[in-house]
């Protein structure tokens, strides 16, 4: 068995980190990414003309039954095919969580909008504003309210996501973790490290935004 | 335009078609059997992290932290490539050689452990939403706690659960899928083992979507009729 | 100026309002009164196009609420309303809630929208509470600003839906005072309520309704001390102790 030997990781370190950071670009394009489709999609899943709603519905609805790993995989062979070449395996990540995330975000939009109090719409419909100016003014600063701590877990949940990108060989910090893995075959020391590594950012994250949601406090 | 061709046939020629079916018989296996572990794991967490008694509370509470802070994929490799580690070295090749389909039933304990602590949280909310008032009007009657948890709680506590739970059952299903990076032969493993052989990772990867999607469709009609059955009026909200 | 014609709505299979028919003239106040699921808060919602009708028709003032051409956002500057609810918006002060149609709707100046919402408070009487959000408010104060956002359009017509009926006893009055003040002061009001006697001091008329139908009308008089139907007395009893 031997003892633990963290040297692995020390000789390594550059080659981890190097993984680490394109985990962190990768998150940061699938939330910005996700997050404006997303809201495209959370509005037309609130929309009360049918060609708009049914589509949105649909597409929700097919992306939130699958897999990940399965769209990664989708999303790997598709985008070589539509533009004739291959593009490299971070776009076609890229747009496979974009997307795929997207569809997460329209439901925490959705929800968010339609928890506020129908009366509110009301009354702002009886002053005689209308659609845009209530949605503007009234309905949406309130949902932002709501809406932001299940956005801030999401945004947790896509960092942890991107380690699924390992399965078309994309180098981000699972798959260097691997990588050295197979090197070295220390296995418990890097899985280990890789392990608290995503412990510590992901705690981090969480514990910040339980602290932002309680400091905001709620409105009603 | 398109320098692709086509091939759908492959989803139905054989021996492509019976690796798929076997598949799908491996991501139902491992989907079931880890679930009913999740629940149990999960159910005796989540009710640690309500009990008045400090230190079980705050070992749940660790527990929950922690694997959900890792991705499921970091943990199941760490399953896998890591943990036999410890054992020692006669151990560790017995369950390598010896145990058919290690990997299925490692996968088992990750996705398990994994999934129970998303259970626990679920469990955990779906107690506390029972006000306390509850509490009191059935201790007022002269029932002892014991009572009261078997016959007003837990009964409660369930049917408020049912909509997370089933969010989680369908995760569960979802999340079988990572298994494929361990050699388990499920249902996105075949898929791919299609395109190894065929080349059409198209036509393969839009298959398994399909096998997911009607998985996922039968799940939440086979919940839905279960939360008819055992509906209390106005205590789930429903409508758009 | 507010003729009601034939109005009928159903919820699916559940009819809501049969045939209902009422002409309300300028100035007038009437009382809707009735015991629940009558149908007296939908058929007032009917009236500013907060809630749809499948037959008959509304007309006010000369415009039909049936006839597609009609522009309902302008129509709804002339009528105003208050919830049972209050519904403030609670990321608002008192002010900036009066404020904000005027401002968006009437594209009137900032002070202007300012001055003319603290004329308001002062005529609900709580000119000092202009600042504040509904979230520290009391609910007497709360329900007295929205009747000021909803006199902030300077509507002809103003619509109560039970007004008093999510406040504190204590509360009731100094709601009931800015109300009847407001009718004094020859403002056509409908409002839905239970409190008899607001009704007695200054309805013109009291409709009774039940099932969705009008059953009995009434000036004040007539209708408490001789309800004509049975139906009215039974009502009448349970809520007059």
């Known amino acids: 068995m031997g003892g633990f030997d963290f040297k692995v990781i020390v000789d390594n370190f ?83 969580f974009i997307v795929f995330e997207a569809t997460y975000f329209a439901e925490i939009i959705r929800a968010g909008i339609q928890s506020i109090p129908k009366g509110q719409m009301q009354a702002a419909y009886s002053t005689a504003l209308n659609y845009r100016q209530m949605m503007g003014y009234v309905v949406v600063p309130q949902a932002m309210k ?59 994250m969480s514990t910040l935004s339980k602290r932002w949601e309680r400091k905001k406090g709620s409105l009603r | 335009m398109l320098a692709y061709e086509f091939r759908w046939s492959v989803l139905w020629e054989l021996p492509y078609a019976v690796w798929m079916l076997e598949g799908i018989w491996t991501t139902i296996r491992l989907g079931l059997i880890s679930w009913v572990f999740a629940l149990l794991l999960g159910i005796i967490v989540g009710t640690c992290r309500v009990t008045p008694y400090r230190p079980l509370r705050l070992i749940a509470t660790a527990y929950t932290e922690f694997f959900r802070d890792i991705p499921l994929l970091v943990q199941l490799f760490f399953w896998y490539f890591a943990a036999p580690r410890i054992l020692p070295t006669s151990v560790e090749l017995y369950l390598y050689r010896e145990v058919p389909q290690a990997e299925f039933w490692i996968t088992v304990i990750a996705l398990s452990i994994y999934t129970s602590s998303r259970v626990a949280e679920q469990i955990r909310s779906g107690m506390q939403s029972i006000s306390q008032d509850q509490f009191n009007a059935a201790l007022s009657t002269g029932l002892t706690h014991f009572q009261m948890y078997r016959y007003v709680t837990i009964p409660l506590a369930i049917r408020i659960m049912i909509p997370p739970l089933t969010t989680e059952f369908l995760t569960i299903f979802k999340n079988t899928s990572l298994a494929m990076t361990v050699g388990v032969l499920e249902t996105t493993f075949m898929s791919q083992q299609i395109e190894a052989y065929t080349f059409r990772g198209l036509e393969a990867t839009t298959g398994a979507c399909i096998v997911y999607l009607i998985i996922t469709m039968m799940v939440v009609s086979g919940m839905g009729l279960l939360e008819k059955k055992l509906a209390v009026p106005g205590l789930i909200a429903r409508g758009r | 100026m507010i003729e009601i014609v034939n109005v009928s709505k159903w919820f699916g299979k559940f009819q809501v309002l049969d045939k209902v028919n009422e002409t309300i003239r300028r100035s007038q106040v009437v009382v809707i009164c009735g015991p629940s699921g009558s149908g007296k808060s939908t058929l007032l919602k009917t009236l500013n196009g907060l809630e749809e009708f499948q037959e008959g028709d509304v007309i006010i003032d000369g415009i039909s609420l049936k006839d597609p051409n009609t522009n309902l956002n302008k129509l709804r500057q002339k009528i105003g309303m208050v919830f049972q609810r209050f519904e403030l918006y609670p990321h608002m002060t008192a002010v900036q809630n009066i404020t904000l149609a005027p401002l968006k709707v009437k594209k009137m100046g900032k002070e202007e929208a300012d001055q003319k919402a603290m004329a308001l408070l002062e005529r609900v009487g709580i000119a000092d509470q202009a600042n504040k959000y509904p979230g520290n408010l009391s609910g007497g104060q709360q329900q007295r600003v929205a009747i000021a956002r909803a006199l902030a359009m300077e509507p002809d017509i103003m619509l109560f839906d039970e007004p008093t009926s999510a406040l504190d006893p204590e509360m009731i009055k100094e709601v009931l005072d800015v109300m009847i003040n407001l009718a004094k002061s020859g403002m056509t009001m409908i409002v839905v309520t239970h409190e008899m006697g607001f009704a007695k001091e200054v309805a013109d008329e009291i409709i009774f309704m039940d099932q969705g139908r009008i059953i009995e009308r009434g000036t004040d008089k007539s209708f408490f001390e001789n309800p004509k139907t049975d139906r009215a007395r039974d009502f009448l009893n349970k809520i007059l102790l």
């Open chain 1, 14 to 96: 550059s080659f981890l980190m190097s993984g680490l950071l394109t985990t962190f670009q990768l998150a940061i394009i699938a939330i910005s990414g996700g997050l404006i489709l997303g809201i495209l999609l959370g509005m037309a899943r609130l929309s009360s003309r049918p060609y708009v709603y049914y589509p949105a519905t649909v597409f929700v609805n097919f992306l939130r039954s699958l897999p990940l790993i399965l769209v990664i995989f989708w999303f790997y062979f598709l985008v070589p095919i539509l533009a004739g070449r291959p593009l490299g395996d971070f776009l076609s990540a890229s747009i496979a």
């Open chain 1, 146 to 204: 709501n809406m932001i701590p299940s956005l801030l877990t999401q945004s947790v949940i896509i960092f942890q996501d991107t380690s699924l990108a390992y399965v078309i060989g994309l180098k981000e910090f699972l798959r260097s973790g691997s990588i050295v893995d197979s090197r070295e075959v220390r296995s418990l020391e890097i899985y280990a490290f890789l392990g608290v590594v995503y412990f510590l950012i992901c705690f981090t």
